[in-house]
Nanobody, 117 residues
């Protein structure tokens, strides 16, 4: 079992950049796929990006393609979400989650990202 903790959120102006980190504690972090999700006020949680345990495959929501990049450093037990050209609609609480099988069953506590126009 791993435990996840997000950091790096904050207030950023539209067009700016921010890097979120998801630090994992526990064993065998490299055995987990990791995803980033977000939830804006009054909206359902939505998928943002994910990276496979090998780090060789990534996927993104259409809304962030070309602006966000997910990466991981298994030696540091950390997954990153580099956010660029952020827009007010990117404002949300961002969560990272891990899975060994098909379901994400381990979640962090979330980090708030607020984009000002």
């Amino acid at each position: 079992q791993v435990h996840l903790a997000e950091s790096g959120g904050g207030l950023v102006q539209a067009g700016g950049s921010l890097r979120l980190s998801c630090a994992a504690s526990g064993r065998s972090f490299s055995s987990y796929d990791v995803g980033w999700f977000r939830q804006a006020p009054g909206k359902e949680r939505e998928f943002v990006a994910r990276i496979l345990r090998s780090g060789l495959s990534t996927s993104y929501a259409d809304s962030v393609v070309g602006r966000f990049t997910i990466s991981r450093d298994n030696l540091k037990n950390t997954v990153y979400l580099q956010m660029s050209m952020v827009q007010p609609e990117d404002t949300a609480v961002y969560y990272c989650a891990a899975r060994k099988t098909s379901a994400y069953d381990t979640w962090g506590q979330g980090t708030q990202v607020t984009v000002s126009s």
